[in-house]
């Protein structure tokens, strides 16, 4: 018997109410916890929910990471509200079809009832079945291809199909755009794009719109060069773009590259791709079942809870996932059983449930639907943030102010991404932002991802040179900077790092400046002042020896230390990547120094921090760790306590202008600000600072400038160059108590 069968008349009754918005949703609670909040009682004992998420792999961040957010948000709120306890069972899916299916086999075996998880649609037609064949519950928060709930009768979605979606969010933007010809853009080896793009096609056709090409790539790919200048040439009215994250950003950069200028249009565009890509995200539309913004009940709540858990701003992925828990949660209190079947049953009898994505109910086949869904699927971004397209005016403001192409080099995807190169992009965006609000400047972001590989820093400023900005911005590795930056110094292209800060290195060449406080200025400092206050006579250090910032540390804080006649007891060595540092610091306990001095990037600094404390070292030796930042203070934990650090730049600092930023950084991210955004923040007001008083964009003419500068106010203190292009200002001395940096007295 096909469950789904019996409520097709009733459904197709309620579907009109949804698609025009006749449902009274207002009046329902939201599904998260408040005073006025009920939910149907759960069965006693554990419910164990299997979870198939892309943890590790390309898809990691842009959906698998965020789901699993949002489920754990809803997990934890639902067994806080009710008798439940609920547990997962997560595998990761590898961003793979292979890993996919795997993970989904995995969970079966275990017996589990109910699997949630599989983002990309090209991975759940292949790993859902297995599910189906065994009878297990396979829901997927995200996947939005046409018909893949059809697979069968155990499968379901949350997120609103293509060809549910895209049927809605065309008639709203031809009706505010009035395009009449159009072109279109789409990944021909993914199920969900080619999906999309189909659905895009139908809708188009029936709305009496031209389609001038459908141009194709394949995922993977990286330069649609080709593909945007044949669509700029047919001189379409509109662009539809469908793909997935990766490819999304490359196309939207290079559509803006080549010079199409008319709206952009792409399903399932979140904020942060629109971070991402930048500037040229700006007027692009898209259409999705959530945004931030939602006025559906409980959604601003679960805003407010998910960036008070995680400090971000949550995505539709994270959102849609938060929502799947809670419809199974309720098919399951509803069923009371953890019976497959019964589950099954329960779920597709799911009707005008209030989420924080609208009423919710499934169709005949197990597909979602929302209530009010045109109201809510259409957005644009304006000023970097997505907007209801219908308070946006149609007409485009244009500015006089000319635009002055900045190259942005930062890791935003790989090792170095969230220690570095993504705090690294906050910090220049809110700049710009600030910079640009004064109409006195136009800046735009030209971005591209260094990858956290030296390969990847060469490839970013080659490209950035390529494409002739006058100045490039970013690069925090010293390793990477040593082998990218002499490009652009041959090139005749300023190259300013905000963060690396391994001796010598602007000596490159006198196009090339950096922000942050070389170790040969920072340490010899730090060292005076701690000596002065501790007194150490006998010491030891750590360092990485295949890292170029780490070694040059060490042989700062090394001199400094003879200098001072501080004896070395020892200077032990470990390589980038290297997680077991028990015989270094074991070695270092027998010689029984009085201070301890630790040079690494982030992820080793934090495992030297954590192993020092799990095999004794006694508190009597003093942890001085140069550029320890909060985020390795929270990665530690109690074993980061009493450790000593040296930095340019503290939130503590009443610098004029600085309490200002940490304010603005944090109501515009919802996170406090991490030296590396505050440097780079600075970094951009003084190349903006250096083209003013320059009055060119001439490459030659902003290095003159930035060599002159003397005594300029940043939130760093009165910013200088010496000779070399290095920073000078005065550092500051903290030390870690009761989990947080405070000043050194």
Same mark, same amino acid.
């Given at each position: ?60 961040? @842009? ?45 079966? &075996? ?203 701003? @949550? ?234 910032y780490s070694m040059s540390s060490n042989e700062e804080i090394a001199k400094a230390l003879e200098a001072s006649g501080v004896e070395i007891l020892t200077q032990e060595t470990f390589q980038t990547g290297d997680t077991d540092f ?10 029984? @120094? ?24 006694? &508190? ?117 108590? &009761? ?7």
């Amino acid at each position: 018997m096909n469950v789904r069968r019996i409520i097709t008349f009733t459904f197709a009754l309620a579907v009109v109410a949804l698609i025009v918005g006749l449902s009274g949703c207002e009046k329902i609670a939201p599904m998260v916890p408040d005073d006025k909040t009920t939910m149907p009682k759960m069965i006693d004992g554990e419910i164990p929910i299997g979870v198939a998420l892309a943890l590790t792999g390309q898809y990691a961040e @842009p959906y698998g990471l965020p789901m699993q957010r949002g489920l754990e948000l809803a997990r934890e709120e639902i067994n806080m509200l009710t008798d439940a306890n609920i547990t997962f069972v997560t595998v990761d899916a590898q961003s793979t079809v292979e890993g996919a299916k795997a993970a989904v086999q995995e969970l079966v &075996d275990q017996g589990v009832s109910a699997i949630v998880g599989i983002g990309i649609s090209t991975h759940l037609e292949q790993a859902f079945p297995i599910a189906q064949e065994n009878g297990v519950v396979a829901f997927s928060p995200i996947s939005s291809a046409a018909g893949l709930s059809a697979l069968g009768d155990h499968i379901f979605r949350a997120g609103l199909a293509v060809d549910i979606l895209t049927p809605v969010g065309l008639m709203t933007t031809q009706e505010k755009l009035g395009y009449t010809k159009v072109a279109t853009i789409y990944d021909a080896a993914d199920t969900y794009s080619t999906s999309s793009n189909e659905e895009i096609v139908k809708a188009l056709e029936a709305g009496g719109v031209e389609i001038l090409a459908q141009e194709t790539f394949q995922t993977g790919d990286t330069d649609f060069s080709t593909q945007l200048t044949n669509i700029m040439d047919m001189e379409p009215d509109a662009v539809f773009v469908a793909a997935l994250s990766v490819e999304i950003v490359q196309i939207i950069t290079q559509a803006r590259e080549v010079g199409i200028s008319n709206p952009l249009i792409v399903p399932d565009l979140t904020s942060a791709e629109i971070q991402e890509v930048g500037d040229a995200a700006e007027g692009t539309i898209t259409i999705s079942g959530w945004s931030v913004g939602s006025d559906a009940p409980g959604s601003q709540a679960f805003v407010q809870s998910y960036q008070a858990a995680y400090g971000v701003e @949550p995505s539709p992925w994270a959102a849609q996932a938060y929502a799947t828990l809670h419809i199974l949660a309720n098919a399951i209190a509803n069923a009371q059983s953890t019976d497959s079947t019964a589950i099954r049953d329960a779920l597709a009898q799911t009707m005008d449930l209030p989420t924080i994505l609208g009423n919710f109910s499934f169709d005949p086949n197990g597909e979602a639907m929302y209530d009010r869904v045109r109201e809510r699927i259409v957005h644009v971004v304006k000023d970097g943030k997505l907007q209801p397209l219908e308070t946006i005016a149609p007409e485009m403001t244009t500015d006089t102010t000319p635009t002055i192409p900045i190259g942005l080099a930062v890791s935003l995807t790989g090792k170095d991404a969230e220690p570095y190169g993504l705090p690294m992009q906050r910090g220049f965006e809110l700049a710009r932002e600030e910079l640009n609000a004064t109409g006195h400047a136009s800046l735009m972001f030209v971005t591209v991802d260094d990858q956290s590989s030296e390969e990847g820093a060469i490839a970013a400023v080659q490209q950035l040179v390529d494409q002739g900005v006058p100045a490039i911005v970013g690069i925090a590795i010293s390793d990477y900077l040593e082998d990218a930056f002499p490009i652009a110094q041959e090139s005749g292209v300023v190259a300013f790092s905000s963060v690396s800060s391994a001796a010598g290195l602007s000596a490159i060449g006198d196009y090339v400046f950096r922000t942050g406080l070389a170790t040969n200025i920072l340490n010899p400092a730090g060292l005076q002042i701690t000596q002065a206050k501790l007194g150490y006579t006998k010491v030891a250090t750590i360092y990485d020896a295949a890292d170029t910032y780490s070694m040059s540390s060490n042989e700062e804080i090394a001199k400094a230390l003879e200098a001072s006649g501080v004896e070395i007891l020892t200077q032990e060595t470990f390589q980038t990547g290297d997680t077991d540092f028990t015989e270094q610091l074991t070695n270092i306990m027998d010689m029984a @120094p009085e201070a301890l001095f630790v040079s690494a990037l982030s992820e080793e600094m934090t495992q030297v921090i954590i192993q020092a404390g799990e095999i004794g070292i006694p &508190d009597t030796v003093q942890l001085i760790v140069p550029d320890l930042s909060a985020k390795e203070i929270q990665n530690a934990g109690d074993a980061a306590e009493g450790a000593i650090a040296f930095t340019g730049w503290t939130s503590l600092s009443n610098i004029p202008g600085n309490q200002d930023f940490i304010q603005k950084y944090q109501a515009k991210y919802g996170i406090e600000p991490e030296p590396w955004a505050a440097q780079s923040y600075a970094t951009l007001y003084i190349l903006a600072g250096a083209i003013a008083n320059a009055q060119s964009v001439d490459s030659a003419a902003i290095r003159d400038a930035l060599a002159q500068t003397m005594d300029f106010p940043t939130i760093l203190g009165d910013f200088s160059f010496d000779a070399n292009g290095e920073a000078v200002y005065d550092p500051t001395v903290l030390m870690v108590k &009761d989990g947080e940096l405070q000043l050194f007295e």
